[in-house]
């Protein structure tokens, strides 16, 4: 696995260059990285209260002290899970307040992804009160084409192997009251400097290393599953090592969560993720799992769903089907003769694979083991699905559907994913 993570390690320089500090045990690199934007840094942090976010900020301070970036205000709590907008209309407003030079967040996928949107609704939201505005793909830019402002630099220090929200373009903005996640999608709110300290990532629970490492291998699976053409060649190496380095180590850094080999694996298999949504663009199953923030995390309801669409997938996708497959075989999960298998049968024993996983690790497998999951999240993820603010999602399938054809497709593959039964998923054509 060596030759993995030094492939894994020259593919993620490629992609960012010197603009990401990633390894074990580089978070002194943080200083000089708020800096280069200048000296009054607003802070904003996951931690507060929790044992182990006392050692973060400290160390936090002393690297930002050390660079010579000097607070521009007291630290700001980061987002609570899912990054719910009135975290982010609270964060933004403490920016306006501090007027800082740049914005340093350190924290999970959820405070990453609230700092990028605060800092838009900061430096916009006068002009620009409504946040729906925000969500779709390149309203942001347009918003600042329009006002001629600057985004606010946002520096982002990732401290959970799951969303690369550090990396990308995404921000996933929760409303509460409707539970329900949008999405901002603009090249104006990546993070223009980042950095992860792989050994940070051991003070994730058990659960949060699943649900997080799960994530990734969902951002590497569904962006491979709609890639073509030209964009194949650059995503299929990315895709396949990502999903490599997390299905291999997952129940090691499950079973000791201080395992730096493992977590230095899961967090460049997950960063693997977050360029391959640079690359191309998730579908299906988060498009799903946005539907569902109120029973499930994102990344437990993504390797939920994404069986089930595998088995809808499955006839147009064959060669991934089985390149995807040799990895779940290498790692344990099946014994199947993926070269001898076709299409729909092809994927059941492809999704069979990741089930055994998900068993392997205690996810569920079904929709109706989840408690709190009803009928209203079926017909709450169909309207969803119509929303053209998040029509990227079916447009990225590798069999596409349409505000139209969501019920007679997306319905089956719901209602298997609630029952279990891979019978009920329609394939099309």
Request: aromatic share 6%.
């Amino acid at each position: 696995m060596a030759e993995d993570k030094e492939l894994a390690a020259a593919l993620l320089r490629a992609f960012k260059g010197d603009d990401y500090v990633f390894g074990l045990g580089c978070f002194d690199a943080l200083g000089g990285q708020v800096a280069a934007f200048g000296r009054r840094a607003s802070v904003v942090w996951s931690g507060v209260g929790k044992d182990w976010g006392t050692a973060v900020h400290a160390a936090t301070a002393d690297a930002l002290d050390r660079a010579g970036a000097k607070p521009a205000g007291e630290p700001i709590a980061g987002a609570r899970p899912n990054a719910p907008r009135e975290d982010v209309f609270r964060i933004a407003a403490a920016l306006v307040d501090q007027d800082p030079d740049v914005v340093v967040c350190v924290g999970g996928g959820s405070c990453i992804d609230a700092a990028k949107a605060a800092a838009a609704y900061a430096g916009l939201g006068d002009r620009y009160p409504e946040i729906d505005a925000y969500f779709g793909v390149g309203q942001v830019s347009l918003m600042i084409e329009d006002t001629g402002r600057s985004m606010l630099p946002v520096v982002a220090a990732q401290l959970a192997a799951g969303s690369a929200a550090h990396l990308t373009k995404y921000s996933n903005i929760t409303s509460v009251k409707r539970a329900q996640k949008l999405l901002i999608i603009d090249d104006a709110i990546v993070p223009p400097k980042c950095l992860f300290d792989y050994a940070m990532s051991a003070s994730m629970s058990r659960d949060f290393t699943m649900d997080g490492a799960l994530d990734g291998v969902a951002h590497c699976l569904e962006v491979y599953y709609g890639a073509s053409g030209d964009g194949l060649g650059r995503i299929e190496p990315v895709s396949l090592l990502g999903i490599r380095l997390i299905v291999h180590h997952l129940k090691t850094a499950c079973e000791d969560l201080g395992n730096l080999a493992a977590r230095e694996a899961l967090g460049l298999g997950t960063d693997l993720g977050g360029y391959a949504i640079m690359l191309g663009g998730t579908n299906g199953a988060h498009l799903a799992s946005f539907s569902l923030v109120d029973v499930l995390s994102h990344g437990r309801a993504c390797a939920l769903m994404n069986p089930y669409y595998t088995v809808f997938f499955a006839p147009a996708i064959e060669d991934k089907l089985r390149a995807v497959g040799a990895v779940y075989k290498e790692a344990g999960h099946t014994n199947a003769d993926l070269d001898r298998l076709r299409g729909r049968d092809l994927g059941l024993a492809v999704a069979d694979a990741m089930l055994a996983l998900s068993h392997e690790v205690g996810f569920p497998t079904r929709l109706a083991e989840v408690d709190g999951f009803t009928d209203a999240h079926v017909a709450r993820a169909l309207t969803a699905a119509k929303d053209p603010k998040l029509a990227s999602k079916l447009a990225n399938m590798p069999v596409p559907l349409s505000a139209e054809t969501v019920d007679e497709y997306m319905g089956p593959i719901l209602e298997a994913a609630k029952t279990g039964d891979f019978g009920l998923v329609k394939n099309m054509g």
